[in-house]
């Protein structure tokens, strides 16, 4: 059900201790059906009252605190929530974004995989800036406007339950980790490989030709494959749009990389120079087809498990 009890009851326990959820839901359902009811037997309209109910409750997120026996006064108790929930908003995305966007310049300027560290590195500071200054600001506010209300809560701001996922978080993770470890595999392989020439200096695995186009294709489709996946998470459940979405991406990137690799235009023809067994074309053929057929598999295997998942979840 989303009633307005359910859903104050979902806002108030999302922010207690797990352990004692259970018994807080009980006591307070309990304690709103009875103010309901008292309401209602003098003659109120059961609707009004549940909101009358709900609305001298006030805020779940301060029932929640004084559940949980825990203060609001890191900032101060009148702009605490303001402060947390806006510091919950600008930690969610910013900092992702500007180590992204310092990585790839790395990786433009030639850095290789270690334009990665630098990403993460710059991400966990640009977090620690909003942190400091956020925080300063709301402390400096707290304490030049002390009298500044701010508007009431009222039960239209609850949140609605939340819906039971069938797409877990850590599956969603796994996936934009291993499309960003292969985004960032393919320009590091051309810095730093495991295979060397005489000289020492370093054999790309991958022919260095496909950047002018094959490479940064297969990476645009990875990273459209990045933002499907949190699409999905956010929807929650597969639909057949999203089944034909995910088919999309998938032939985007096999196909491909089957057609690279069956005409010999996958690996760095260099290779051969120091991989003798490469120079060979029935074992570069075999290497191929053994590429072409496990990629061929696990597009179907993947196909195949998306569409029952989505049958499941669609019927």
Same mark, same amino acid.
């Given at each position: 059900?989303?009633?307005?009890?359910?859903?104050?009851?979902?806002?108030?326990?999302?922010?207690?201790?797990?352990?004692?959820?259970?018994?807080?839901?009980?006591?307070?359902?309990?304690?709103?059906?009875?103010?309901?009811?008292?309401?209602?037997?003098?003659?109120?309209?059961?609707?009004?009252?549940?909101?009358?109910?709900?609305?001298?409750?006030?805020?779940?997120?301060?029932?929640?605190?004084?559940?949980?026996?825990?203060?609001?006064?890191?900032?101060?108790?009148?702009?605490?929530?303001?402060?947390?929930?806006?510091?919950?908003?600008?930690?969610?995305?910013?900092?992702?974004?500007?180590?992204?966007?310092?990585?790839?310049?790395?990786?433009?300027?030639?850095?290789?995989?270690?334009?990665?560290?630098?990403?993460?590195?710059?991400?966990?500071?640009?977090?620690?800036?909003?942190?400091?200054?956020?925080?300063?600001?709301?402390?400096?506010?707290?304490?030049?406007?002390?009298?500044?209300?701010?508007?009431?809560?009222?039960?239209?701001?609850?949140?609605?339950?939340?819906?039971?996922?069938?797409?877990?978080?850590?599956?969603?993770?796994?996936?934009?980790?291993?499309?960003?470890?292969?985004?960032?595999?393919?320009?590091?392989?051309?810095?730093?490989?495991?295979?060397?020439?005489?000289?020492?200096?370093? =054999?790309?695995?991958?022919?260095?030709?496909? *950047? &002018?186009?094959? #490479?940064?294709?297969?990476? @645009? $489709? %990875?990273?459209?494959?990045?933002?499907?996946? =949190?699409?999905?998470?956010?929807?929650?459940? *597969? &639909?057949?749009? #999203?089944?034909?979405?995910? @088919? $999309? %991406?998938?032939?985007?990137?096999?196909?491909?990389?089957?057609?690279?690799?069956?005409?010999?235009?996958?690996?760095?023809?260099?290779?051969?120079?120091?991989?003798?067994?490469?120079?060979?074309?029935?074992?570069?053929?075999?290497?191929?087809?053994?590429?072409?057929?496990?990629?061929?598999?696990?597009?179907?295997?993947?196909?195949?498990?998306?569409?029952?998942?989505?049958?499941?979840?669609?019927?």
């Amino acid at each position: 059900m989303n009633t307005l009890t359910e859903r104050y009851l979902a806002a108030t326990l999302r922010s207690v201790p797990l352990q004692r959820r259970d018994e807080i839901a009980t006591e307070l359902r309990a304690s709103i059906r009875d103010m309901i009811e008292d309401r209602a037997g003098g003659g109120q309209d059961a609707t009004a009252a549940e909101r009358a109910v709900l609305t001298e409750l006030g805020n779940p997120d301060l029932l929640a605190a004084r559940y949980a026996d825990r203060r609001l006064q890191l900032i101060g108790p009148t702009y605490y929530l303001v402060w947390l929930r806006l510091l919950k908003l600008l930690l969610s995305f910013i900092p992702a974004i500007v180590g992204t966007i310092v990585a790839i310049v790395d990786v433009a300027d030639g850095k290789g995989f270690g334009a990665i560290g630098t990403g993460i590195v710059t991400a966990m500071q640009v977090a620690v800036q909003i942190a400091f200054w956020l925080t300063l600001t709301f402390a400096i506010l707290e304490r030049a406007q002390p009298a500044t209300s701010l508007p009431d809560w009222t039960v239209d701001q609850l949140p609605d339950v939340p819906a039971h996922r069938d797409i877990s978080l850590a599956d969603t993770i796994a996936s934009v980790a291993m499309a960003a470890l292969t985004i960032g595999y393919l320009p590091f392989q051309h810095y730093r490989s495991w295979v060397n020439g005489t000289d020492g200096e370093n =054999i790309p695995i991958l022919d260095p030709a496909l *950047w &002018s186009f094959w #490479l940064p294709a297969l990476i @645009a $489709v %990875l990273v459209a494959g990045m933002v499907f996946e =949190i699409v999905k998470y956010r929807i929650g459940r *597969w &639909s057949w749009t #999203l089944f034909g979405v995910k @088919a $999309v %991406l998938d032939l985007a990137f096999t196909v491909p990389l089957i057609w690279l690799v069956l005409t010999d235009r996958l690996l760095n023809p260099a290779l051969t120079d120091r991989l003798s067994w490469l120079a060979e074309p029935e074992n570069r053929n075999t290497l191929g087809a053994v590429i072409a057929i496990g990629a061929a598999v696990v597009l179907v295997w993947d196909l195949i498990d998306t569409g029952l998942k989505t049958r499941r979840q669609t019927t």
